[in-house]
């Protein structure tokens, strides 16, 4: 786990959707959302059940505060990962709501998931290949900072921005 506790990458699933994690610690994360259903969302110190399975070969695992549940399995020597993303329902019918910085957003998310409905869970799973991979170490607070804009993966990628 020492190597892959730190990661910083960012992923384009198959389906086209753009999304950025940083593995903060061996149980946090934190991550941008940066085209797709979603596109704008960006959360920091989600809790995650985190394990290497064997070599190389890494599954992060959470239940997010909307009801959704994710789980993502990372193979970063081969640069591609595997995602599955279980939408509650409504999710899926108002993606708007989600779209925010969550951390300052918890007690919406909690009344929306209460509000309207779960089921049937819109499921995607989907492979990605990883463009941008780094080690930007432990409990780094720079690396998800500020909230995604048009480009930023770009500007990521070339380095002009930490
Ligand atoms: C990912 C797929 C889904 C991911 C995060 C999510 C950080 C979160 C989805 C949501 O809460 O809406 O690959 O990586």
């Known amino acids: 786990m020492e190597n892959f506790v730190g990661s910083h990458m960012i992923y384009t699933y198959e389906n086209g959707w753009e999304y950025e994690i940083y593995i903060k610690n061996d149980h946090t994360i ?11 969302r960006w959360v920091r110190d989600q809790e995650v059940d985190l394990v290497k399975l064997t070599e190389g070969v890494y599954k ?3 239940t997010e505060p909307t009801g959704t549940d994710v789980a993502l399995n990372f ?6 990962m595997h995602g ?3 939408f509650p329902k409504w999710v899926h019918e108002h993606p708007e709501i989600t779209v925010c910085y969550q ?14 409905e779960t089921y049937p869970k819109y499921v995607v799973p989907e492979f990605a290949d ?6 930007a170490g432990v409990d780094n607070q720079n690396v998800v900072a500020q909230a995604p804009y048009p480009g930023m993966t ?5 380095g002009k921005i930490k």
């Open 130 to 135: 990883i463009t941008f991979i780094e080690n």
């Open 84 to 86: 599955i993303i279980f």
């Open 154 to 158: 770009d500007d990521i990628r070339a």
């Open 30 to 40: 934190d991550y941008r959302i940066h085209s797709g259903m979603v596109a704008g």
């Open 103 to 116: 951390n300052d957003h918890i007690a919406l998310m909690e009344e929306s998931r209460e509000k309207y």
């Open 60 to 62: 992060v695992a959470w």
């Open 75 to 80: 193979m970063p020597l081969e640069k591609r």
